[in-house]
């Protein structure tokens, strides 16, 4: 009987000690979870992850969807086959910012309409290609702050009688797919005719062959088309704001967080007045 008891006292004493040790050891996990959650409220911005920048760095390039075919902002030239505006300039920064050198990046060629789904494929990184934040849009991508404002206007051959947005009833007005002027456009002026192109070189090619009175779009990009050939100038003033962001995926937030991140940067250390300055020969507007 002795013998039995003494083996369970024994069992009881091991029972009991590993039992102990077991809760020391849930005690300090918890203890050190609890302080990494108190003295942050969430993880050091050095250990957050984001899919996107990630595979960046892994492939050692981005890869940035922009506009072939808008002078100013993205345009091919097709003696050299180098792409070259503002929003490339803006491009290249934020390739030198991610991975220290501005030549580490691709472009592809990306149009209003095909833009976001050649994002969700994941064939392109960003979009930084002349696209207005809007509700709609943040459904589908994350946008950066602004980093461009621009407005919708009117591109007309000089001497048309159209003056402003009212003149247009009756007229045939062209514009892009996907792009946000064509719905602009049938709310400002309700009953008007609208001929939607693939791209800007489509439209503004169909309203120097007459197949329509005229072309509207935001103003950056008129501006552009104007200074290729000075017979079509801008009219009727800005009658929307088009702010413009970089897009990325959507759920990425921790991605959209570093392009913010990026542009104040850009911003504060004078390049991007220096990048805004050379396309449009004056500081940007405050």
């Known amino acids: ?136 849009r943040k459904k589908q991508v994350n946008f950066s702050d602004v980093y461009f404002k621009a407005g919708q206007s009117l591109l007309v051959k000089q001497g048309s009688p159209i003056k402003t947005v009212d003149d247009l009833k009756g007229k045939k007005v062209l514009a892009v797919k996907g792009a946000t002027s064509v719905k602009n456009v049938k709310e400002k002026s309700p009953g008007v005719e609208v001929l939607e192109f693939d791209n800007y070189a489509e439209a503004f090619t169909a309203l120097k062959s007459g197949k329509g009175d005229a072309l509207t779009t935001d103003n950056a990009i008129l501006m552009g088309m104007s200074q290729q050939d000075s017979s079509y100038v801008l009219t009727g003033g800005l009658f929307t704001d088009e702010p413009y962001g970089i897009a990325s995926k959507h759920g990425e937030d921790e991605f959209t967080k570093y392009l913010n991140t990026f542009l104040k940067k850009i911003n504060d250390n004078g390049d991007y007045a220096k990048i805004y300055k050379q396309w449009f020969k004056e500081d940007p507007k405050k």
Do not use: H, Q, Y
Request: aromatic residues 4%; positive net charge; proline residues 1%.
């Open 1 to 136: 009987m002795m013998k039995k008891s003494w083996k369970k006292a024994l069992t009881l004493l091991v029972v009991s000690s590993l039992t102990a040790l077991a809760l020391v050891g849930c005690g300090s996990s918890s203890s050190t979870d609890n302080k990494t959650t108190s003295d942050t409220g969430t993880k050091k911005t050095d250990t957050v992850s984001s899919a996107t920048l990630d595979a960046i760095k892994k492939r050692d390039k981005l890869i940035a969807g922009v506009k072939f075919d808008t002078n100013l902002f993205g345009l091919k030239d097709p003696a050299t086959g180098k792409v070259n505006g503002f929003d490339i300039d803006i491009a290249k920064a934020l390739a030198k910012d991610i991975l220290g050198d501005e030549n580490k990046i691709e472009f592809k060629e990306v149009t209003s309409k095909t833009r976001i789904p050649m994002l969700d494929k994941g064939d392109i990184d960003v979009i930084i290609a002349t696209m207005t934040i809007n509700e709609e």
